[in-house]
């Protein structure tokens, strides 16, 4: 069995009493609407890869898994309710291979689901957390939740305010994406540290692996959308070129594209009726200028600076598994 292979089949394994949380927490109840919406998108399907983190953040500094399940189904709500909402604000039809839940309920449920999955959170995280957790380490969990939630909103809303700003810079790219997939990312791992009873440098140096992981796992994102096809990626292809999004590949390819290049990149971009053929024509220029490439490089990097991180984290088979989950980041196809 690869090293890819092997993860996958480690992220069904640590996703299978984390899902068997969540679906006790998220048991359907009046209004039945309400918890169908809300479990709809974490039925569909997802990798699993922040329960991992948790999980395996506790595993490496010497913790029960079992005592970070609650808090690994916790920030797997959180996230799906950042999910819910981006998807509301994008006005995506389609998530995970499903319809995205607005478009089956309408945007009203969507946010109400949204906003249940998010109050989940922190009853995940208090009532449910494990008599071998302290109150003091509890608390410490809320809190790292409870700042990559504000994280999480600066990120979004800078996302969607990209748009209408042609002079996006690669570094106001990383601080969006910082704050909307990296600030999770760490999330996980610090609150997975602090439950498995890590040292404070441990918590840290995990958190920081983590950060630098998520830079690298939303670069390949980008690079899977302007690269992939749509059934093999579950969501829509070139809808990030319709909205207009700036990810690094538009940042580099309008610095480096001829005028002719640069003009038909621009027709597409923010053009919510783009055709697929403009669409796969800027996709063809986007790889003819080198974007892609230099997109996948920076992702490289940062996974090379997240591995260092973890040196300070003693040899284990939780710690393999997190470098296996980053190089499994970087060589992914959806």
Known sequence: MSNGEAIKWKLVETAKPVDAFIDGILRPRRPEVLYEAS???????????????????????????????????????????????????????VRRGAPTVHTKWGVPIAIAAGDLLFAKVFEAMTTHAPEGVSAKR???CVEIATRATIELCEGQVLDVS???????SEDDYISMVGGKTSALFRACAEVGATVGRGKARQVRALGRFAWDAGIAFQLIDDYLGATADEKTLGKPVGNDLREGKKTLIIIHALRKARPRQRDAIL?????????????????????????????????????????KYLGTIPDNAAKKDLLDLIEYFTHRQY
């Not at 999980?55 to 819910?84: I, R």
């Not at 919510?272 to 996948?296: C, N």
């Open 267 to 307: 027709s597409v971009l923010g053009n919510a009726s783009a055709s697929r053929e403009a669409i796969d024509g800027v996709k063809t220029i986007l790889r003819d200028i080198g974007s892609t490439d230099y997109a996948l490089k920076k992702a490289e990097k940062y996974t090379s600076s997240a591995k």
């Open 162 to 168: 990209f748009p209408r700003t042609m002079d996006v």
């Open 138 to 140: 509890v608390k410490s």
């Open 39 to 93: 479990r709809h998108l974490i039925l569909a399907g997802g990798k699993r890869l922040r329960p991992f983190l948790t999980v395996k953040a506790c595993e490496a500094v010497g913790g029960s898994p079992g005592d970070a399940v609650p808090f690994a189904s916790a920030l797997e709500m959180l996230h799906n309710f950042t999910l819910v909402h981006d998807d509301v604000m994008d006005n995506d039809p």
